[in-house]
DNA sequence: CTGAAAGCGCTTACAG
DNA sequence: CTGAAAGCGCTTACAG
């Protein structure tokens, strides 16, 4: 059985409130039993049980954060953790723990959401989806809930986002494999259930536009973020008899698929055909050829998300907050 | 306001037991009363107050996992997210939420495990910690709190672990070296702070010493799990004069610099140097020479550690487990 | 500066 | 089959 403030207060020949009020730092105790009171409860190894602390409170110290994607494969993507050490930094700094959960539906994210937005365990959410429409974000802005999502949502002016401003990263990819001479440049990876890709497909056909080079729809392929479809998509843009010069993959995993397929074929990257990936993983500079990519900067990422929750749940008024995430381009040799 | 148990009770004009006892599946409640009351709770939008019920209960449904590391460093090994996802898979079906902290130093570790344990706040602790002395498993030992720690500790009889046999590990790579004619294979990343590194050069040992091939002390460099490190400990070895016609890292990254280090000074992989790793991370595969690695099966380690939390939390007969999971050496062209 | 009392939302012997 | 009551460990007006 461990010590309660009740014990301390016995011990102390004091009430509960007194203890409590000293826990709490409350100005109006005398030093003298402050400190006879902090003595026994070092003695006394007395720990506050924050589960009694936070239903008096009705509010904890524990956010929830929530990845879309099943538990065996969400977190797998390198993507991830770096994010998840951002929220934790911010997290670390400011006393909150982290509850963390992975959902393979909709659905499951739904029931993930309510438990922790409902049983009071919870008194904030990252939400690190990026599907363009986020039913759980409309129940959860319903119920005034906190909380912040990871990724451009389609209803962006409801909800507080964090992001990086994806249409630029693909922009700028593209108009590098231009300024390279790149004219016949394929997408790879393309999802519209993703605002990610969509907006980065955006970008490439602003891109192209801008500088006159008609977008051809045949260069451009649907996928998912799953490694071994990288040489799947791109194996099969091949067999349609399409020849690039340039591919941009939306992230680095497909872009390794898709370069192992394009050296099976006795293509040579970058000579014949420059390829790009999106995440700058830690692996792009070992790999064969080391691969050009875009840092999105995921730590800075979590870390925001984490600030723009802790002001809404702390800030007396209510608002909509976005932090755009700076990008880098990372040209190696890959695309030069 | 959320909807409490009181506000059920007074819309179905019962008393809050009888509700209580509706939600935990009472079978002493009339099937009439169960049907109105969870139509009512349906309708009311109704969650019950985990924080309410835990504290009611004396226990909650989380268990705590604890990453030693900082927490800008501590998520990124990809070793990571696998064990998180084993440990995940596990917790979902059971129910159990996962809270999530990490830790700079020993001291830290110290206060995160008292808070986790003590404050009532989980109900059983994952240490991702594998150093070999390991002081928070004492405190969590004689306060009879249940945990596990993956990665065999020192005192490995007095707690419960799971891990591989990083004895065979090391085993197997210096026998795989061998058979291929590697006669003066280097030790990259021991760090007698680890027992995964420590056990691995034991493994390297014993098999060296069974083929009556003498040990040298300057074929064994320490190290730690960093990147950047592999790169300057290979150099540090043939800086000093060393010319091993094998390399056996620790870690997979720690392989990648070490190769980049040898193919920098000219040096083939693995004509003249044959280089592998352990963990065997996603682009080991994509990478120039593919590396042989060995599969560490970091899912199943998580998985098999909840496992083990779990009956330690519910079992009514106190044991000391331990489960040791498989791993495989997986050869590519680094090595043959 | 300190205490008695009520309350946070639930559970569970005890009684009927 | 159902209810009244006490309790989980803390907080916080209210009173003095």
Redesign the interface.
Known sequence: M?VTINDIAKAANVSPSTVSRTIANNPRISEKTRERIFKLMKEMNY??????R??ANKS?K?IGVIVTGS??????H?F???I??GI??GA?KSGY??????VNSAQEEKKAV??YA????TSGIVLLASRVRNTSADELRQMDFPFVVVGRPENECDVNWVDNDNVRVGHDLTRHFLENGRREVAFLGASPEFTVTSDRLEGYKKALTENDIPVRDELIVNGKFV?DTGYGLMKELLDRGIRPDGVIACDD?LA?GA??CLQEKGFRVPEDIAVAGVNN???DE???PPLTSVDVNA?SLGAKAFDLLITNMTSEHRSIDRAIVPARLIVRKSTV
Request: proline share 10%.
């Open positions: 461990p720990h506050p049980n924050m589960i009694a936070s239903l904890t524990i538990a065996e494969k969400a977190f797998q390198p991830f953790p770096e998840l050490s934790a930094s670390y723990k982290i509850l963390i959960s992975s309510s438990e409902m049983s009071g365990i490694d995993l390794f370069i192992r993983v830690p692996l070992y790999f064969d730590f």
